[in-house]
């Protein structure tokens, strides 16, 4: 059973930082993938950022130059640096691993949640 828990949310003014953790029961390298997803309140959960098992890592167009995903290895931990927060990043931040299986020549992709951290950004 994979357990993803994140920390490091809370309250920030317009222009400051965050970090936020997603510790993992196993080696961040054994997924396929690992990212951050957002949703705020009256809106779908979209996508923030990425980093896959090969170490590249994708972001949203509106985080772009902000945020940063890293992963620790020897912490079983995946990072997210969010720098120059907007208001508009107010939301529930969630971690999500994805591993692919292959089943009768396809394959089958299964993913994993977090329980979400709250991020609110407000003077």
């Known amino acids: 059973q994979v357990q993803l828990v994140e920390s490091g949310g809370g309250l920030v003014q317009p222009g400051g930082s965050l970090r936020l953790s997603c510790a993992t029961s196993?080696?961040?390298?054994?997924?396929?993938?690992m990212g951050w997803y957002r949703q705020a309140p009256g809106q779908q959960r979209e996508l923030v950022g990425i980093i896959t098992d090969t170490g590249s890592t994708n972001y949203a167009d509106s985080v772009k130059g902000r945020f940063t995903i890293s992963g620790d290895v020897a912490k079983n931990t995946v990072y997210l640096q969010m720098n120059s927060l907007k208001p508009e990043d107010t939301a529930v931040y969630y971690c999500?691993?994805?591993?692919?299986?292959?089943?009768?020549?396809?394959?089958?992709?299964?993913?994993?949640w977090g329980q979400g951290t709250q991020v609110t950004v407000s003077s």
């Open positions: 196993r080696n961040i390298f054994s997924f396929n993938s």
């Open positions: 999500n691993a994805r591993v692919g299986t292959v089943v009768g020549g396809s394959i089958r992709w299964s993913d994993y």
